[in-house]
């Protein structure tokens, strides 16, 4: 089998021509964005000065470097380790987003490890929001998954190494254990977060290179692996900033609401601004004036609309919008009309300026904030309120006096316009393949019109952000706070969020066609004997698995009589797809020709086209001759007969939409293409193309819009993986799983007591995202992504029915339960809970299964048998069960992995509305394996646009990097997202583990059996508020072999680790656990520790094994439930720092050695080799 190196599959996966497609290649690396300072101004080397150890108070003590300077800058930095417990910190002020940080540590002489973080107000050395900075690093949640995998070299919005150490970067990074768990609890104790990390084994280098978006203060912090190994001889650190040139404008400014009274009936947003469009469009004030009539109208959007009904007639699911016309945005004090601020984005600073764009957003997102969030009472923060908007909520004019939140009980946010009117956010683009600034490269190749320029001009608002790395998102304005995450937070909605596109004629004709009120609302995707329904897919590729996953959910969902059109296969061109695409050939005379029948629509009511894209066309499997692609302008424009018979007014589409309903109306057709919904305003495209314009302009959010019909897509480059259904392709079968879910509400009349209501779209899609957290094995910056970029074009609110609702899944349908069914014990004593859990795997006959390039490990839901200790509690009745996770780790080997909901409910509240318990960890107890030598693993390798299809292939990545490691070597972790349902907990873990032999095979590791503790913080026990207060994990300083105890009938290891507790420096309050690899050498067993009466930071313990075969997994954990994890980096092999060590015979009187040696020198000597090559430079304490 042909195997490459990672990084040249990743580079080919970009450049490989595709069979028979003409069309120009993307760029394989993207420009040098953003623009930088490259002048670097050498300064002169500085040694450390201690104390410099800490970065909270009291006693802060971290050492500024570069002070003041507004240049490029490089600071050369010697420092000594001098114990297992000293941290060296550094902290400099970086003020321009986009800047460029670059750390190298050298010259080690002992094992050390570098980490990156901060982003906190220069001022205050603190996070949050101040009338000068404001910065949230988000809620935590996510930390723990991100950490899975292990210890990875640096992922400072770049893949590095790929094996050995894998992804671990988070608030706590408890996996690595060691000082970075302090680290982390420090930075994120001041409001900041750790940004990225690197941790190497042994005396290898440490680098990091990221480029950072937030300004404020940031520390670099060298620290000792918890080995504990430590070196007389200094380190070298370089710190390298290469100063960007965007300019920030600082925090935006919030908003106050006032009204006369809230109106809790109001479930949608329709934020418009009337003036900006008159300004950017003055031709058509007609179009403008009709947008707001209609959106304003009380027996339209903003009219309560029966949009489900029971059986009875009841209402079961009512509608109701709101508009907020931000022409309306009045001026407080101390900042500039919104209006001028709009008007000077023109001034070509700004324009190429995409944190301009961003401020804009941020004030509407004020707006909507201070709107809808009932905790804010009418404001979206209580510092820097410049603004101030009105709520009319009765029919008198002039009474809106009252601060409070006039719309508390909003599902849905419609942005009406495009990204001229209503900007997107620009968030950064944390990806290395196919980062979005690619994308401005490849739009120079387009067309020879250009003479080599982009067909987006790097100076206009898209083009900028294209050029500083930076893609689209409307997920801020449906986020409340972000999850922390590395780089940048991460804003995942809990809000749906729709946008309409793009002129005003346009969108004022799909508003008027999809006007509630007339009973037509929904997508009725059913058997119906009038209008035979149907539904399209294609796939080819990559996209092929995904395809199939899609049609599979679908074709259980829907009955035989709607008709489904399937193109799944490497042979489509585009005569085919147009062919089969709809219930007719597009070229059927008058079928989608123009101009079309006012009375004209389809039957398609949903397609899912999994293709590749650009902005402008779809790209069809096979490219023929002439015009190969399928381009949106062939939507676009299409026009509507504008006569009607002399019996009908010509005004009747006014007031009856049903007889022009629009070809797309209630449609709903989506895809996983790259910038399938990059949505590009005209005057965005290079004006000298003349004619071309139109074509290279139409997009198709925009063109679906311009028919009534709404659309998903992407505003940057989709991902898949060639073995599997993941990322891009994952989310959209998730989007249709939830699209089809049965969703009720309770009915009386109903049979069954409750009625099935549909899915709205836009619900779907929220929650698509939710459980993409939920069921991820880990996260990395193409997550950040995919979840990012899917934007919705149309209303939120349309529901989808179908004949065959699906049913939700297991934990959504226990979080749905009543709180008596859900409410854990109470704690014995404090606030501390211990749940054990026992997952049994019982593999099928054939588990293992050949790939394309290697094998995978088959599991489901019912190889799994699963003991529980809560069950056991009479209170807590849910339906325990795992959840099989087919997504797997960029450059890893494809592990089975599942999740389990750990959701508890507070014991100790007697509130009918109890609060969920807080998850502190999950430590792993025991567990039993069995092995397969010889596994050739399938590595997950990520793609995004190819031009030959992949699959038939076996090119597969090098796996040399993780020889000798066990991957992943924290295999576990927990999530807490946010949901409809309150805060939901997921225990994650893989089924199996591996390490490699050499760079294509090695042994694999099956679990049959894992046990795990989940310890829980109980929020209403009595000493809870100080437990959840100390987020500050212990810290395993160090870990070795102090001797071995051999007599005739057995032999033992002895196990010394030591262990701080930052909260309690004098005397640890901490627990020790651990497993060690018993004879079997396939069995985890308990591994019991005992603290040393006289040093309280030492523990040891007795491993009944000869020393080389000593393997273990240790935890530390403090009495508020932090812990902090050991595993060697992956080794699970402890070190030994002496050339002798003492073989003590149990029938002599063994002698206390002091706290270096371990123990005496008295009995037999035993010669065991030193793990550091320079056992003279070693420092013992």
Not at 789 to 811: C, H, M, Q
Not at 997 to 1004: A, E, F, N, S, W
Request: include cysteine.
């Amino acid at each position: 089998m042909q195997r490459l190196l990672f990084a040249l599959v990743c580079f080919a996966l970009l450049v490989a021509p595709m069979a028979l497609d003409m069309r120009p290649q993307p760029a394989t690396a993207a420009s040098p964005s953003p623009v930088r300072l490259t002048e670097i101004t050498n300064l002169p080397e500085i040694a450390e000065i201690e104390p410099n150890n800490r970065i909270t108070p009291p006693g802060v003590s971290a050492q500024q470097i570069a002070s003041g300077r507004t240049d490029s800058w490089r600071q050369p930095i010697t420092g000594v380790i001098t114990s297992s417990i000293d941290i060296d910190y550094f902290y400099f002020d970086i003020s321009a987003p986009g800047s460029l940080v670059t750390i190298e540590l050298t010259n080690l002489t002992a094992d050390y490890d570098l980490v990156f973080g901060g982003g906190v107000d220069p001022a205050t050395g603190q996070g949050g929001a101040t009338n000068t900075f404001e910065f949230d690093a988000g809620q935590s949640g996510l930390e723990d998954v991100t950490q899975i995998g292990g210890q990875i070299a640096s992922i400072g919005g770049q893949i590095a190494s790929i094996g050995g150490q894998i992804a671990s970067i988070g608030g706590q990074i408890a996996s690595i254990g060691g000082q970075i768990a302090s680290i982390g609890g420090q930075i994120a104790s001041i409001g900041g977060q750790i940004a990225s990390i690197s941790v190497n084994p042994g005396n290898n280098d440490e680098q990091i290179e990221i480029i950072v978006w937030q300004p404020g203060r940031y520390f670099v912090a060298v620290a000792p692996s918890n080995a504990g190994e430590t070196s007389s001889q200094p380190y070298r650190l370089t710190i390298t900033l290469e100063r960007s040139t965007l300019q920030s404008l600082g925090p935006a400014p919030h908003v106050q609401f006032l009204t006369d009274r809230p109106d809790p009936d109001v479930t949608t947003l329709y934020i418009i601004n009337s003036a900006r469009m008159q300004g950017v469009y003055p031709g058509e004030l007609t179009a403008i004036n009709a947008i707001t009539t209609t959106l304003s109208s009380s027996t339209g959007y903003s009219g309560l609309t029966q949009l489900v009904w029971g059986e009875s007639e009841n209402a079961l699911i009512l509608e109701k919008g709101a508009v907020i016309d931000l022409a309306n945005l009045e001026v407080i004090t101390g900042t500039l009309p919104f209006s001028q601020l709009l008007n000077d984005w023109s001034q070509p600073a700004n324009q190429s300026n995409p944190l301009y764009a961003n401020y804009l957003a941020q004030i509407i997102d004020h707006v909507i904030e201070a709107a809808i969030a009932p905790a804010g009472n009418g404001l979206s923060r209580d510092v820097r309120v410049r603004y101030r908007m009105r709520a009319n909520n009765d029919s008198n004019l002039g009474n809106e006096t009252n601060q409070t939140t006039p719309y508390p009980n909003v599902r849905n946010i419609v942005l009406v316009g495009g990204d001229e009117i209503i900007p997107f956010f620009r968030l950064p683009d944390l990806t290395t393949i196919a980062n979005e600034a690619d994308y401005l490269d490849y739009l120079k190749t387009i067309d020879p019109n250009t003479n080599g320029a982009s067909l987006i001009s790097p100076n206009n608002p898209l083009g900028a952000a294209l050029r500083n790395r930076m893609l689209l998102s409307d997920n801020p304005y449906g986020a409340d706070r972000p999850y922390r995450f590395y780089g940048f937070p991460l804003f995942v909605p809990r809000l749906a969020v729709g946008r309409i596109v793009e002129r005003p004629s346009e969108i004022a004709d799909f508003l008027r066609r999809n006007a509630p009120g007339f009973g037509e609302e929904n997508i009725y995707l059913r058997d119906d004997f009038y209008y035979p329904r149907s539904l399209s897919i294609t796939g080819y590729d990559f996209l092929i698995d995904g395809a199939n996953a899609i049609s599979r959910t679908l074709q259980q969902a829907t009955s035989i009589s709607v008709t489904k059109r399937v193109l799944n296969n490497n042979t489509w061109n585009r005569a085919q797809f147009e062919a089969e695409w709809l219930e007719q050939p597009l070229d059927t005379p008058g079928f989608f020709s123009s101009p079309l029948e006012f009375y004209s629509d389809t039957q398609t009511l949903v397609s899912s086209l999994n293709a590749h894209f650009d902005h402008w066309q779809l790209i069809p499997a096979v490219s023929g001759s002439g015009n190969p692609n399928f381009p949106a302008d062939r939507i676009l424009s299409v026009g509507y007969s504008s006569g009607f018979p002399s019996a009908i007014p010509s005004s009747s589409c006014d007031f009856y939409p049903s007889i022009c309903p629009g070809f797309f109306y209630n449609t709903l057709y989506y895809s996983v293409g790259c910038h399938s919904g990059y949505n590009v305003p005209y005057l965005a495209i290079d004006q000298s193309l003349g004619p071309r314009i139109d074509f290279y302009a139409a997009d198709f959010a925009q063109a679906f819009n311009r028919h009534a019909g709404n659309w998903i897509g992407n505003t940057g480059y989709g991902y898949g993986t060639l073995d599997g259904v993941d990322y891009s392709e994952r989310l959209a079968a998730l989007l249709t799983q939830e699209l089809v879910r049965n969703e009720v509400r309770p009915d009386p009349m109903a049979e069954n007591g409750e009625t099935y209501v549909g899915r709205s779209i836009g619900e779907a899609l929220v929650n698509a995202k939710l459980r993409y957290l939920r069921t991820s094995l880990g996260l990395n910056a193409y997550d950040y992504k995919v979840l990012a970029i899917t934007t919705l074009y149309g209303l939120p609110w349309k529901r989808i029915f179908v004949d065959n609702p699906l049913s939700a899944p297991v934990e959504d349908l226990n979080a749905e339960l009543p709180a008596g069914d859900r409410t854990a014990p109470t704690p014995i004593a404090g606030s501390q809970l211990t749940r054990t859990i026992t997952f049994t795997i019982n593999y099928d006959t054939n588990y293992l299964e050949p790939t394309r390039s290697g094998q995978r490990i088959r599991l489901d839901a019912s190889n799994f048998t699963i003991s529980d200790t809560f069950l056991l509690a009479s209170t807590f009745n849910v339906t325990p069960t795992v959840t099989i996770l087919n997504n797997n780790l960029i450059g890893m080997p494809g592990l089975p992995a599942f999740t389990y909901d750990i959701t508890a409910l507070s014991g100790s509240d007697d509130d009918s509305e109890r609060n969920p318990l807080v998850v502190r960890d999950i430590i792993f107890v025991g567990g039993q394996y069995n092995t397969v030598n010889n596994f050739n693993p399938t590595i997950t390798q990520i793609v995004t646009e190819t031009f030959e299809p992949l699959i038939t292939t076996t090119i597969e990545p090098d796996f040399s990097a993780g020889i000798g490691f066990w991957v992943p070597d924290r295999f576990f972790g927990h999530s807490r997202t946010e949901g409809d349902n309150g805060p939901r907990d997921t225990l994650i873990s893989t089924a199996a583990q591996f390490r490699a032999t050499d760079g294509v095979t090695g042994t694999l590791r099956t679990y049959t059996q894992l046990v795990f503790q989940v310890l829980y913080t109980d929020p209403e026990a009595e000493d809870a508020e100080e437990a959840l207060a100390d987020q500050t994990p212990p810290v395993i300083e160090r870990v070795r072999i102090a001797g071995q105890d051999v007599n005739l009938q057995s032999v033992s290891t002895l196990i010394e680790v030591f262990v701080s507790d930052p909260d309690n420096p004098t005397n640890p309050q901490v627990t020790l656990t651990g497993v060690y690899l018993a004879d079997d050498n396939v069995t985890w067993t308990p591994l019991t520790f005992s603290q040393d009466s006289q040093n309280p930071r030492r523990w040891t313990a007795s491993v009944p094994r000869p020393w080389p075969d000593v393997r273990l997994i240790i935890t530390a954990i403090d009495q508020a439930g932090n812990s902090v994890m050991y595993t060697a980096k992956g080794q699970f092999t402890p070190p030994t720092y002496q050339l002798f060590l003492p073989v003590i015979n149990r029938n002599q009187s063994a002698l206390s050695g002091d706290d270096d040696a371990g123990g005496s020198a008295m009995g037999g000597q035993l010669y065991l080799p030193i793990v550091s090559q320079d056992a003279a430079k070693l420092v013992r304490e």
